[in-house]
């Protein structure tokens, strides 16, 4: 099974910064790679696909980046609507997915 | 607009079984494979269940694979999880969701990503 983690758990930040959220997979996933965000109370919300793909919708400051086993999710300036929590998940294995235990993003 | 709408959540005592629905509409159901998420109280989500387009195919988590059952009406444009056996830790909010996909340009597999979500239904387990 491919397992997913990422770093930071958590992290602190102002808005206006750039933030940086790091994934890793078990194996070489290519590109097969996606990001979710969560917001407290509500259904994920898809932000980016195939690693480096832009959802319809969502804003231009969330970008992906990373193939094989390490990518990342970056937010170029975070605005107050961003704090939530961020999961990568992996759709390498056809409709086999997995899901990386999550980073809250909270104001400093 | 695209929709989808969970129903049939509960409290059910362990042992038990339930069976969760998933409404969907605003998009051709029977072109889409679909998906059930669960995020158990305070923790993070865990994909649990995938059907393909037709229903002839269907995918589990280990942590319920013989215990619950994912199914779709396509005449009914209705997905369903069958869980039966259910445990304390079965308790969480569960997410139906539609699966998109995106034709690789290189590569063996298609891009899968759960890109329309339902808002949730609760299930409880517990004496």
């Known amino acids: 099974d491919i397992q997913m983690t990422q770093s930071p758990s958590s992290l602190s930040a102002s808005v206006g910064d750039r933030v940086t959220i790091t994934c890793r997979a078990s194996?070489?996933?290519?590109?097969?790679l996606n990001w979710y965000q969560q917001k407290p109370g509500k259904a994920p919300k898809l932000l980016i696909y195939a690693a480096s793909s832009l959802q319809s919708g969502v804003p231009s400051r969330f970008s992906g980046s990373g193939s094989g086993t390490d990518f990342t999710l970056t937010i170029s300036s975070l605005q107050p609507e961003d704090f939530a929590t961020y999961y990568c998940q992996q759709s390498y294995s056809t409709l086999l997915f997995t899901f990386g235990p999550g980073t809250k993003v909270d104001i400093k | 607009e695209v929709q989808l709408l969970e129903s049939g959540g509960g409290l059910v005592q362990p042992g038990g079984s339930l069976r969760l629905s998933c409404a969907a509409s605003?998009?051709?159901?029977?072109?889409?494979?679909m998906s059930w998420v669960r995020q158990a109280p305070g923790k993070g989500l865990e994909w649990v269940s995938a059907i393909s387009g037709s229903g002839g195919s269907t995918y589990y988590a280990d942590s319920v694979k013989g215990r619950f059952t994912i199914s779709r009406d396509n005449s009914k444009n209705t997905l369903y999880l069958q869980m039966n056996s259910l445990r304390a830790e079965d308790t969480a909010v569960y997410y139906c969701?539609?699966?998109?996909?995106?034709?690789?340009?290189?590569?063996?597999?298609?891009?899968?990503?759960?890109?329309?979500w339902g808002k949730g239904t609760t299930v409880t387990v517990s004496s």
């Open positions: 605003g998009f051709t159901f029977s072109s889409y494979a």
């Open positions: 194996q070489s996933i290519s590109s097969y």
């Open positions: 969701a539609k699966i998109g996909q995106l034709e690789p340009t290189l590569g063996l597999y298609y891009y899968y990503y759960m890109d329309v």
